[in-house]
């Protein structure tokens, strides 16, 4: 989704990056997507949308993953779309659980349908092997992660493909159900689902209600408020190998208000990520 290339800078300048690094974060620098090439009318059966560019990216950002990993940091991607979750499977290997917090479940894959076409539509079933080889399998390296070891937060109890991920993933607590139980109970489940093991943890910021995030691609009721967002962040951050936010849309905030909620809720939810990982 070329408008969440923005979000980087957009968040930036609402002073995330700024208040990170007072806390001892490193700016790691970017890994810039290729350019987006829009190719719906001569793509071929049995590819997605953007496939070479997105791959090549990919591969040089799971590169700088594994980097900031090895030299025992808890890597923050602020992306972008949901297609970096590939990237960080590809760095991880299969040697870490995920917690996919998103309002929409992003199952869609060629074994229940025939419209698949954007990764960051599609980003949870390529990470647990689901989707065609050239995504789902870059470089032999797939799944990424295991469905055992993977928790769904936050799509909403409508959603198209809720039951599907029930089957197959380890835990699936969709925004209403995660209401009713709290944040804290919400994230303690998704650990004691995962293990010991460590885990990567994926946020997209449509789990937030539109009243208060309006500023994604597919905005949909029923979602957390930015307090819920932070308890549940501040209980699992710090259990994770590392994480990514993704889908804010700069184009869709034109004053920056948005921008600086999201940078609020990131630095005070994700502040201490990583801080009980054993390297």
């Not at 957009?10 to 007072?22: Q, S, T």
């Not at 001569?42 to 799971?62: D, F, K, M, P, Y």
């Not at 070891?149 to 991920?165: A, L, P, Y």
């Not at 700069?250 to 809720?265: K, Q, S």
Request: glycine share 12%; aromatic share 4%; with cysteine.
């Amino acid at each position: 989704m070329p408008g969440t290339s923005k979000a980087p800078e957009a968040l930036r300048e609402a002073g995330l990056f700024r208040r990170l690094i007072v806390d001892g974060a490193v700016d790691g620098g970017a890994v810039l997507p290729g350019r987006y090439v829009d190719d719906d009318i001569t793509r071929a059966a049995g590819h997605v949308r953007n496939e070479a560019q997105l791959i090549s990216h990919a591969r040089r950002l799971a590169r700088r993953i594994a980097g900031v990993i090895a030299n025992g940091r808890a890597p923050l991607v602020i992306g972008g779309d949901c297609s970096l979750l590939v990237a960080a499977g590809l760095a991880l290997q299969n040697n870490a659980g995920l917690v996919h917090i998103d309002g929409h479940t992003d199952f869609r894959h060629p074994g229940n349908s025939d419209q698949c076409a954007s990764v960051a539509g599609e980003d949870l079933a390529a990470a647990v092997g689901l989707h065609w080889p050239a995504v789902a399998n870059i470089d032999g390296r797939g799944p990424y992660f295991s469905p055992a070891n993977t928790v769904h937060i936050g799509c909403r109890e409508d959603d198209q493909h809720v039951d599907e991920v029930r089957r197959f993933l380890g835990l699936v607590l969709p925004a209403h159900r995660s209401n009713e139980i709290g944040m804290t109970e919400t994230a303690r489940a998704a650990r004691t689902t995962i293990g010991s093991a460590g885990y990567w943890l994926h946020l997209d910021v449509d789990v937030l209600d539109p009243i208060f995030m309006p500023a994604v691609d597919s905005p949909d009721p029923g979602g957390l408020n930015p307090e819920q967002l932070v308890e549940l962040l501040k209980a699992l951050a710090p259990g994770a190998i590392g994480g990514q936010v993704t889908v804010f849309d700069p184009d869709l905030d034109p004053n920056g208000r948005y921008a600086t909620l999201l940078a609020e809720i990131i630095a005070v939810g994700m502040a201490d990520l990583g801080h009980q990982v054993k390297r």
